[in-house]
């Protein structure tokens, strides 16, 4: 038998600005590099897709884990850095909550899944992309005080 205890709702915690930023790379071929750069300057382009589709999974994260209780959001920010000469996409995103709990999971959440949108939407040009380094870079606000990602694992090879 199983006991799951949830977070209670009622959860008594000083509201603070919180604001958590996470990110992520996705590893391409240089042809399938190329054609997402080509792609980005479109209204409707890979990258632009890729943000809403964050945006979106940020928003279902109470769907997605289970015993996760979703939380008002203030601020939800998805920049990407592309890389051509190293053909990769770097994916970052920001959320902002003044609720009175971690918003760490929405942020690498949101990663995750402007990811899975990048490599969903590339299949066609390049199978084999690689997903990593996929993290929490830092957090601020909070009863825990600041986070920031120190790479303690950098000697991990994939």
Do not use: C, W
């Not at 190329?34 to 382009?45: R, S």
């Not at 909550?97 to 402007?114: D, M, P, Q």
């Not at 199978?127 to 009863?143: A, N, P, V």
């Amino acid at each position: 038998m199983f006991n799951f205890n949830s977070v209670r709702e009622n959860d008594k915690r000083q509201p603070t600005v919180r604001t958590a930023v996470a990110s992520g790379s996705i590893n391409m071929s240089t042809s399938a590099i190329k054609v997402l750069a080509e792609n980005a300057t479109q209204n409707a382009g890979i990258l632009n897709v890729a943000r809403i589709a964050a945006v979106q999974g940020i928003k279902q994260v109470g769907l997605l884990v289970p015993l996760y209780q979703p939380l008002p959001l203030q601020h939800v920010r998805v920049d990407f850095d592309v890389d051509v000469e190293l053909a990769y996409v770097k994916a970052t995103v920001t959320v902002s909550s003044e609720v009175g709990k971690s918003i760490t999971t929405e942020a690498v959440t949101g990663v995750n899944i402007a990811l899975i949108s990048i490599y969903d939407m590339m299949k066609e040009v390049d199978q084999s992309m690689m997903m990593t380094r996929i993290h929490l870079e830092s957090e601020s606000g909070g009863e825990r005080g600041p986070f920031v990602f120190d790479d303690a694992y950098e000697n991990i090879e994939f």
